[in-house]
């Protein structure tokens, strides 16, 4: 094996090590390694100065300030994998950051990188049989024992410096690019680097089987999957598509997830990291996902016209003690109705606690009011988001309803979490009063008669049998080729259906015919809310 040292880094330079070394540690960046024994192979970073600063301190203080405008995510359990993007940090980093910020503060032994390959073809998954990875904020080992047991399970996986090395194209930057974070993040790692050149549905297992055998029974172990979304379409297309990415992975439905990548229905170029990581973590006991967030470059650059999609999520194993409580006692939701006279109606079919108090419930219903006021007057709603922290400022899928004398003047929501809830309210209410395709737009003497409803929306769970749907309980969700349709719990509740009847109705809401769910190909998803209105 030889030692490649790219333009700009002596591996031999022994001058002021201590210096360095000092320097080094104070920065928490692990140092080169420095072997008597030169036969030793480091692969050279290939984008440093272009995905990101080149020069240690720089890199350093942009990963900290993009850290330090992010909010840690909470987690009800032990993280076992992230999905995050892997475009030029500017554009990407942001994002990316929120998944980082999740395992601040967590001790990893060993981190496994899974990354899509965008400079050579080939087949299969190589797994880098090197020394090292280089970055500027020092060399990250490799963990060449557990890199040789997860190679070994099958003819699809191989030791192999493919979508490693260098060539004609430049060198691979979706696994490099997740180094810098992971060298902030954690005091000490060693890392297996795997870049799939194939994403076929047999490399994933194969790939998910061999991280699950030989890393059972280890809590140690962080698995990261690389994946920007949807490329180069307008902003509302790319956004559209990137939803439904984000629905199958909150739905933790990997399978669809692979079938509509492959008929190109939806877009993510690490789309074999990002379902190899689902089944091995599955394998691993972690059942549970998080979309902590997505933006894309029309976010950063203004530029809407060609962009692209990124998200960061987290999955873990939910600790039972975390679970999403679940109140059976209509007296209960009347009660925390009640809480403080007069302030905040809270909907009987209400059925989930994600521990919103009742001033933060006052200030979401206020919120709503005041985005659509805002339009109405023409002036900007001026958010101050030191105002929503806490549960607020997290990511959460929510619908906003406007009623006048109990009929439906409009309502709109995002089915996923992504974006902080405060946020999503605020968005979502002024796309209630005036682009509800079903209603003209709201004026300002309808807005005196208002009445203004949030739905607050737990993730997804698909439906086994239908019989596990509870009215009262349960919103649904029901797909079919590229006919959708969601109703919230209450609509059940004011219709007065039963089980079969809300089924057929989220059929017909999805532009299909009655009885459609009990057709095979028709996926049902069930959810919950937290539902509170003005009184």
């Known amino acids: 094996m030889t030692l490649v040292i790219s333009h700009g880094y002596n591996f031999h330079m022994r001058l002021s090590i201590s210096m360095t070394l000092l320097i080094l540690v104070a920065l928490n960046i692990r140092a080169p390694l420095l072997e008597a024994d030169m036969d030793i192979e480091i692969r050279q970073p290939a984008v440093a100065g272009s995905f990101y600063p080149g020069e240690p301190s720089q890199l350093a203080k ?33 994002v990316a950051a ?22 050579e073809a080939f087949a299969g998954a190589a797994v880098y049989p090197g020394d090292a990875y280089a970055t500027p904020l020092g060399d990250v080992e490799i963990n ?61 297992k194969d790939l998910a089987e061999s991280i699950a055998k030989h890393c059972r029974n280890r809590n140690d172990i962080l698995i990261v999957a690389s994946s920007d979304l949807s490329h180069y379409h307008d902003y509302d297309t790319a956004v559209k598509l990137d939803n439904r990415v984000v629905e199958l992975v909150n739905n933790y439905d990997y399978n669809q997830l692979f079938e509509e990548i492959k008929q190109q229905k939806i877009e993510a170029c690490g789309g ?34 060609a962009v692209v999609g990124y998200l960061s999520a987290v999955i873990y194993k939910a600790d039972k003690s975390s679970k999403v409580h679940v109140i059976d006692e209509k007296s209960q939701s009347e009660d925390l109705g009640k809480e403080e006279s007069g302030s905040v109606e809270v909907d009987p079919a209400s059925t989930v606690d994600f521990g919103l108090s009742d001033k933060d419930k006052k200030a979401l219903l206020k919120l709503a009011r005041e985005a659509i006021l805002s339009v ?10 030191s105002r929503f922290t806490g549960v607020l400022a997290e990511n959460r899928g929510a619908f906003v309803t406007l009623t006048i004398g109990g009929n439906l003047r409009g309502c709109i929501g995002y089915t996923q979490a992504v974006k ?28 005196m008669k208002v ?52 089924l057929d109705q989220t059929c017909l809401k999805a532009g299909l015919p009655p009885g459609t769910w009990k057709k095979e190909g028709t996926q049902i998803y069930r959810f919950q809310a937290d539902i509170f209105k003005e009184e």
Not at 64 to 75: D, Q, V, Y
Not at 278 to 303: C, F, H, P, Q, R
Not at 421 to 428: G, R
Not at 480 to 489: I, T, W
Request: hydrophobic residues 40%; aromatic residues 8%; negative net charge.
């Open 62 to 94: 942009m990963i900290a300030e993009m850290l330090a405008k992010t909010e840690k995510p909470s987690i009800p359990g032990d993280i076992i994998g992230l999905i995050v993007p892997h475009a030029g940090y500017i554009y990407s980093g942001p």
């Open 98 to 119: 929120y998944a980082y910020k999740a395992i601040q503060g967590m001790e990893y032994s060993d981190v496994i990188v899974i990354a899509p390959c965008h400079v």
């Open 144 to 204: 060449k024992e557990l890199s040789n047991k997860i190679a070994s399970y099958s003819n699809l996986i191989k030791l192999s410096d493919q979508g490693h090395r260098f060539n004609y194209r430049g060198g691979e930057h979706s696994l490099e690019v997740q180094l810098p974070f992971l060298q902030t993040m954690l005091k000490d790692f060693r890392l297996v680097a795997i870049v799939m050149g194939s994403q076929d549905m047999q490399t994933c």
């Open 272 to 305: 074999g990291p990002i379902i190899a990581l689902m089944m091995a973590a599955e394998k691993l006991g972690a059942g549970d996902i998080k979309v902590v967030n997505y933006a894309n470059s029309g976010d950063v650059t203004g530029d809407k016209s």
């Open 376 to 385: 109405l007057e023409k002036h900007d709603l001026g958010l101050d988001k």
């Open 420 to 447: 902080p809830l405060y946020e999503t309210i605020a968005e979502m209410a002024v796309q209630a009063a005036f682009h509800d395709p079903r209603f003209p737009p709201l004026t300002s003497e309808e807005l």
């Open 451 to 502: 009445r203004v409803e949030i739905s607050v929306l737990t993730p997804m769970t698909i439906v086994k049998d239908p019989n596990e749907v509870v009215v009262g309980r349960d919103g649904l969700y029901i797909t079919r080729g590229f006919n959708s349709g969601l109703l919230l719990p209450q609509v059940a509740v004011d219709y007065n259906w039963d089980r079969e009847t809300f």
